[in-house]
């Protein structure tokens, strides 16, 4: 998974179709097939390339069909995840309308990178969530040392 290492973070804006363009770094790894859906904590766009999308797509094959919650979280992820996507020529990408209500993307937004997928913020939003972030940076190095050793 190492190969994808989406990495650092670029301010970028939405025109008014909802396209964005995805930045340099980041199109030769995404590649022509990706999908667009939301973030496991539902506070961001996620884009995930063909590879990784597939690798998620696995694990939900799993789940029972009788098993409601798993059922539930599949029917919730699949109804706000869009496949099939590519850039066009100038490297823009349309960030559904669904996405972009749900998550309440302005104008001004942040691309992330997440090392096997980009998440993409709204600014003010994603401002809040590092100055957090930057605060308590000390406890979150301890916790995922503890708890991801290597």
């Known amino acids: 998974m190492t190969q994808w290492a989406f990495s650092g973070s670029f301010d970028h804006s939405l025109d008014g179709k909802g396209r964005v363009i995805i930045p340099a770094s980041f199109r030769e790894a995404l590649g022509e097939n990706f ?9 961001a766009v996620a884009i995930y390339p063909k590879e990784i999308w597939d690798g998620q797509l696995e694990r939900l094959s799993h789940i029972n069909p009788m098993d409601r919650v798993g059922l539930k979280y599949e029917r919730y992820l699949m109804s706000v995840s869009f496949s099939g996507n590519s850039m066009d020529a100038q490297g823009r990408v349309l960030i559904p309308a669904k996405l972009r209500a749900k998550l309440g993307l302005t104008r001004d937004i942040v691309f992330v990178g997440l090392n096997n997928y980009i998440e993409i913020w709204d600014a003010a939003v994603y401002a809040k969530m590092e100055e ?3 605060d308590e940076f000390d406890d979150l190095v301890d916790y995922v040392y503890e708890n991801y050793p290597s």
């Open 132 to 134: 957090e972030t930057e």
């Open 35 to 43: 999908t667009i859906t939301i973030n496991p904590t539902k506070t």
